[in-house]
Every structure is written in C-alpha cells, then in structure tokens.
C-alpha cells in the first residue's frame, strides 16, 4: 500500500513538473492539449505550438488554433526574438520557423470560407474565367458576361477556329474553372445561343447543378506585380537555388506561392519547358525552378501567361516566400492579395 501511495506521489509530482516545463503551473496545458486534438493537431504539433504562446506570452494561448492574426503575431515574435539572438541562420531555427507556417497553413486552409463548396453554376461571379473544351476541336478561354437566371452570357470563346459551317449552337462542351479561395470544378452543359453577329459577340449556355469538384486548393497564392527574369533549363535536374549574376529573359511575376509562380512574358510559349525565376520579394532575392504546366496565350497582345509548378524550395528559400506571402512583417504591397490555390499542374 505504501508503494502504491509513493509511486501515485512520484506520479502527481512528475506530472506538476511537466506543466511547469510546458509553460508554467498557470498554462492551461490540459484545455491547450484539448482544443489542439479536437482541430485535428497532433501531440509534437501541439508541443510545438505551446513552446510559441510560452516564448510570445500570450494571453489566450487557446486562440493559435483558430485565429491567423494571432498566429502570424508569434510567428513575427518566434523570427525576431531569433534574429535578436543570432540565431535566425540556425539550422534549427529554420526548421522550427518552418514548421510553424506549416501550422499556419493548415490553420487557414480549415477556415469555414475555403471548405465550402459551389453547388451549381447560378452562383458564379461575373468575370469568372472559364476554359472550355469542344471535343473533337479544341480549348477555348472565355468569362463570364452575365448569370441570369435562366442561363449564363459567357465571352465569345478564344481559341482554334471552328470546323467550315460549324456554329457553337447546340454543342456540348465540357467547362473548368478555377474558384478563388475554394477549387477547381468541372461541369458539362449545353449552348443555347451564339450571338457571333453582334457588336460584342457572347454565348449563352446552360446552367447546371452537377458540379465536380477537383484541385482542392494545396498552399496560398498572393498576386504580385513585380520584374523578375526567366532562365531556360535544359532539363529540371538542373534546378538549383543559386542567383544568376546575368540578366535572363526579362519578365513579369504575377502571382507566387511556395509551389509556383505565374509569370507573363511576350510571345507564344509551350508546356513541359523547365525554368528557372530569380526575383526580388521586398529586399529579398528569391530563386526557383520549376515546369510550365500551363500556357495561358493572349493573341491580340501576344504575350503569355506561364503557369510554373516549382520543385520543393529549401526550407531557408520557403521561409522567406511565406514571410512575404502571409505579409508577417506588413511589407506586402496593399494591393496584393491572397487567395488560395491548387497544386501547380
């Protein structure tokens, strides 16, 4: 009996000295470890994240489970109290910093308004791209005009010429588009109309209440307008981080995130060629290498949208692009915004 007492003491006072370890006798250890399991946490994610309300001395530690604000605060606490130190170069430091926007992401990506999926096409906001396929002949980019309740006007479809005689009336076509901050989705309709003699021609089509959805969104994107240069790889083995002291093709970014880039640059390119983007994020200089997996051309300017599936960054490299991308130090420009995105390709 009296070793049962003492083992119980020894088990009490171990337990009280681990709640010391873990934040003090005042952390709500119990409540913390709670609400990270029931969002899905596991127990070194939670341990980890306890170390951050500790370092940042936050009042409600509860909220890093739920509030992003609060999240990119420590992780700016967690970055400069590193920096302070010495130790921001560190290889654990890094690591920890990374793990900590894996966190983030996660956290965000949770969030009611990135769950939620469309249920039907009456739904879609003007200005929606479209990429529409005619089997047999081609792809074609269109938007939306106007979603009215019997129909959508889309814009006259940008593409391969139709067959001798043919005309979009009647056609089955298959439609995709990218929704921002949710997914990709795919549906089939019908063409009612094709309004081809008009001063702006459009086409009316089907709605429809069979939405597919795909390319669940994989990291955020925040769209930017900055120079950046575009060097050719002979193939991605070659992909590397090292800055190129020459200049490269000259382009333009549009958008970044740590799985890709878009980047607009003149003339007509092709899918499956292998890049390298060396750009400046604020005072930042940010190399990556990837493959265009998409082509978005524009005939009237010719100029071309290239859609980059980036190799994995080093965790240095990804740092300091989800530094810039969830604007941690408010060094963002205003207008750029993030909106969540599928996997590259």
């Not at 939670?46 to 309300?53: C, D, P, S, T």
């Not at 129909?151 to 056609?171: N, T």
């Not at 599936?309 to 240095?316: D, G």
Request: hydrophobic share 40%; charged share 25%.
């Amino acid at each position: 009996m009296i070793v049962m007492l003492v083992v119980f003491l020894v088990i009490v006072l171990l337990f009280i000295l681990f709640l010391r370890h873990a934040g003090g006798g005042s952390f709500p250890w119990i409540h913390f470890y709670t609400k990270g399991k029931e969002s899905g946490f596991s127990f070194r994610e939670i341990n980890l994240l306890r170390k951050v309300a500790v370092h940042n001395h936050l009042d409600n530690p509860i909220s890093l489970f739920w509030s992003i604000r609060q999240l990119d605060r420590s992780i700016r606490g967690v970055m400069l109290r590193f920096r302070t130190e010495g130790r921001e170069n560190d290889e654990s430091s890094i690591l920890f910093i990374n793990k900590l926007f894996d966190f983030r992401k996660k956290v965000e990506l949770s969030l009611p308004k990135y769950t939620l999926g469309l249920k039907t096409t009456r739904k879609l906001t003007t200005h929606q791209r479209l990429k529409i396929t005619l089997p047999g002949v081609g792809t074609y980019n269109s938007s939306v005009v106007e979603n009215l309740r019997r129909y959508m006007a889309i814009s006259y479809p940008e593409g391969p010429k139709l067959p001798p005689g043919a005309s979009w009336r009647g056609q089955k076509i298959n439609v995709y588009f990218w929704r921002a901050e949710d997914a990709g989705y795919v549906f089939e309709t019908k063409v009612l109309e094709d309004f081809i003699e008009q001063k702006y021609p459009i086409l009316h089509v089907a709605h429809s209440d069979n939405l597919i959805r795909s390319q669940k969104r994989r990291s955020v994107r925040v769209e930017v307008r900055k120079p950046a240069f575009l060097y050719p790889l002979s193939s991605i083995s070659q992909a590397n981080e090292n800055e190129e002291q020459t200049s490269g093709l000259r382009c333009r970014l549009i958008d970044v995130s740590e799985d890709g880039a878009a980047a607009l640059v003149g003339g007509r390119a092709k899918v499956g060629l292998a890049v390298k983007l060396q750009f400046k994020l604020t005072s930042t200089t940010i190399v990556m290498c990837g493959v265009v997996k998409g082509v978005t051309y524009n005939q009237k300017k010719n100029q071309s949208v290239l859609h980059i599936q980036a190799v994995p960054l080093s965790l240095r490299q990804r740092n300091r692009m989800l530094s810039y991308v969830y604007n941690i130090f408010q060094e963002r420009e205003p207008k750029a915004r993030p909106r969540t995105v599928p996997a590259y390709g």
